[in-house]
């Protein structure tokens, strides 16, 4: 079955740096793109980033574009999320995620806390 493994997640100073990875299993992982969401407490879930299955394309909300980074290895089954200057609005838990079979599939996320 499709699986989701979020880490690299933590506590970081604002200005930091974090990196995310998800690892996956349990379907074509290379055919699929791959996206990573966050959700703040008390707000909605929301897309920060997608990369292609190729990793050829990516797109950003606009809140986190030119501060984060989304990446693949084929390879290692894996989507990767640097976080780089992060603010303290980018505290969330941040999920990856894949539409597989016409469904959608999560991870368990990780916790990323923006403090100083």
């Known amino acids: 079955q499709v699986q989701l493994v979020e880490s690299g997640g933590g506590l970081v100073q604002p200005g930091g740096s974090l990196r995310l990875s998800c690892s996956a299993s349990?379907?074509?992982?290379?055919?699929?793109?791959m996206s990573w969401y966050r959700q703040a407490p008390g707000k909605e879930r929301e897309l920060v980033a997608t990369?292609?299955?190729?990793?050829?394309?990516?797109n950003y909300a606009d809140s986190v574009k030119g501060r984060f980074t989304i990446s693949r290895d084929n390879a290692k089954n894996t989507v990767y999320l640097q976080m780089n200057s992060v603010k303290f609005e980018d505290t969330a838990v941040y999920y990856c995620?894949?539409?597989?079979?016409?469904?959608?599939?999560w991870g368990q996320g990780t916790q990323v806390t923006v403090s100083s």
């Open positions: 995620n894949v539409l597989w079979g016409f469904r959608y599939y």
């Open positions: 349990g379907f074509t992982f290379s055919s699929y793109a």
């Open positions: 990369i292609t299955s190729t990793g050829g394309s990516t």
